[in-house]
């Protein structure tokens, strides 16, 4: 997946598996390409390009990198433990993230924290993580499953895993895995989630159709047009 930063300079962020696995810049105006001492399996462009946010699935931390210093720094979870604590930067608690958007008004990030079944909200103005999709009770991982409860939290997910902010603000868009469906998420008062494609089972065919009469397979990647 290659995001576009529409900026000067023009650049791109690719997200290396396999010997490298590391977080890549490629100015797209003098082809130079650096390499930031990361990993990453999602991440996100800021909306005004200063920075990138990435998930390390790895670490179960979320990092960002400036993209002119070039700076990696650590902003939630902690390296190499997992739990599902809500709290401040290092004092929360992931398990397994792999993708984060960015709220287009560069507030807080939704994170899919796959292991822990709940999607994550990110404060970008004081990094505080709390739980915004998921039927949880204490620390531990949130209750898997497919509900579409009457509010985000008393709603059911399992594995979520590719997640997009509309650019508008208003919507999120997320892949559950194991129930096979793509969920939408309303972000503006009253919030509410509802299924808006995928029957629930997995398509070993690629089929055509509408809505909840589609069946799909594992979504890895996830975009939005403006």
Known sequence: ????LNSYPIFAIVGENG????????DLGTKQVTTFDTTGTGFSISPDGFYVLCVDSDKSTIKKI?????????LAGTPGVTSR?????????????????IHPSGSYALITDVY?????KLDLSNLYVSTFVGLCSSADP??????????????KLYRPYVIRIHPRGNKAYVFDLINYVIKEITLTDPTSINTIVGTGV???NANT??????????????????
């Open 19 to 26: 010997w490298t696995s590391k977080m890549r810049k490629v």
């Open 202 to 204: 997995r398509a070993y």
């Open 85 to 101: 604590i809500d709290g401040t930067g290092t004092n929360s608690g992931f398990k397994g993230p792999h993708d984060i958007s």
């Open 116 to 120: 822990n079944n709940a999607i994550r």
């Open 1 to 4: 997946v290659i995001p576009l």
């Open 142 to 155: 949130c209750t898997p499953g497919n509900l579409n409860g009457p509010t985000l939290l008393t709603s």
């Open 66 to 74: 400036d993209m002119y210093s070039g700076t990696v720094t650590l």
């Open 209 to 226: 159709g509408y809505g909840t009469s589609v069946s799909i397979n594992k979504a890895e990647s996830l975009t939005i047009s403006p």
